[in-house]
């Protein structure tokens, strides 16, 4: 902790207590985290867009490795496939994925984006239809008179309807 704090130029010493650094170390690290890769594909003006977390779907690559693993799987045909073996037969099934096929894998997760992006717009679609209609409403709106009802009370709806004969 002593040493972050000093590599980033905050003052502290070593009788500090423990919760005394990690203090200081909320309030002055980073927002976010900055990975060093971003910083270099910035430089060259680039901008990363990360999938969102656990949305392995949305990544071509894994399809990709799900055809190589089928290609292993595939060529393991005895069952005694040794780290030699194994390798080589990686090696072939990473080869085996061809231009097309990252094509494909593009595209199926772009069409899969594209599903996202709809489905999303539906569910707030939606969710805006049932707030604006159920914010829109107010007593005077009702088409039933008031006069033509009973008053009832909170007890009386809580209890049973009566039993009919065609029970």
Known sequence: MIDWLQSNNIQCS???KKFQLYELIEKHKPKEKVYRIDVALKRRGHAVLRLPPYMCELNPI???WAKIKRVVKRNNI??????TKLEEATREAQSSVSKIDW????????KLEQHYWEQDGLMEDAIDKFVIE???MDSSDSEVSDDSEEEISDSELAQPLPSTSDD
């Open 103 to 110: 094509e494909g894998f593009t595209n199926h997760t772009l």
């Open 14 to 16: 070593a009788d500090m």
């Open 134 to 136: 159920l914010g829109g």
């Open 62 to 64: 894994e399809l990709a």
């Open 78 to 83: 005895r069952g005694d496939l040794s780290l």
